[in-house]
C-alpha cells in the first residue's frame, strides 16, 4: 500500500486522485442514462452522492485489500476530468485485483479508456507485482468487452442470465490477463 497519491500518465492523459473540482465533471457522465447503463448506480445521480464519493475518493488509500481505489481520467491537454478507472485488489487473495472504468460519453470512441486502462494493467503489475488483473462487463456492452480484449485480456468465462441487474437478468462476461502475460 502506498500512502502517497497515484498520479499516472500517458501520451494524452492523466490519471490522478480525486479533487473537489471534479463535481461538476462527475455528476454529468453519472447522470447520463447511456453511460450508466451498464454501471451500478441509477440516475439522476444524487449531488449529494457525488460529494460524499469525492470525498471518500480524497481519503482513500490505494491497495487497501477488498476496498475500491478510483482515479479520475484527465486530458493533459485541457486539464478536463472525463472518467474514472479503478482497481480493487481482493480481500481472499492479495496477489489479484479486478479493475472497472467509465467514461464520459463526448470522450468515448477516441482511444482515451484504452489509454487508461492500458497504464492502470501497467501500474498494477509494476507497483503492486500482481499474478492477475481480471474484469467483467455485461454480454450486451460490446464496446467494454472489446476494449478489455484490445489491452490484452482474454475472456475467460460467460455466464448465461448470472447477474440480477436494474430489474433483469444479464450475461456477464469475465476477463483476465497474468502479470507474465502482461510482461510479453
Known amino acids: 500500500m502506498s500512502q502517497v497519491p497515484i498520479r499516472l500518465e500517458t501520451p494524452r492523459l492523466v490519471l490522478r486522485g480525486f479533487q473537489d473540482s471534479d463535481i461538476v465533471a462527475f455528476l454529468s457522465y ?19 452522492e457525488a ?12 491497495g487497501v485489500l477488498g476496498e475500491w481505489y478510483q482515479l479520475a481520467i484527465e486530458l493533459k491537454d485541457t486539464d478536463e476530468m472525463i472518467g474514472d478507472c479503478a482497481f480493487c485488489i481482493l480481500a481472499d487473495d492479495g496477489r489479484q485485483a479486478e479493475i472497472g472504468f467509465t467514461l464520459m460519453r463526448s470522450h468515448q470512441g477516441k482511444g482515451y479508456a484504452t489509454e487508461a486502462v492500458t497504464k492502470l494493467l501497467e501500474y498494477l ?15 450486451a456492452n460490446i464496446a467494454s468487452a472489446k476494449l478489455l480484449k484490445r489491452v490484452g485480456m482474454r475472456r475467460e468465462g460467460h455466464f ?25
Not at 453519472?30 to 454501471?39: E, G, I, L
Request: with cysteine; aromatic share 16%; charged share 30%.
Open 30 to 48: 453519472r447522470s447520463d442514462p447511456q453511460v450508466a447503463k451498464y454501471q451500478s448506480w441509477d440516475t439522476p445521480y444524487p449531488e449529494v
Open 125 to 139: 503489475f509494476t507497483e503492486y507485482k500482481l499474478h492477475r488483473v481480471r474484469a467483467n462487463c455485461d454480454r
Open 160 to 184: 448465461i442470465k448470472s447477474l440480477w441487474f436494474k430489474g433483469e437478468w444479464v450475461d456477464e462476461l469475465w476477463f483476465a490477463i497474468l502479470g507474465d502475460e502482461w510482461q510479453q
Open 51 to 62: 460529494l460524499k464519493f469525492i470525498q471518500l475518493m480524497k481519503h482513500s488509500t490505494p
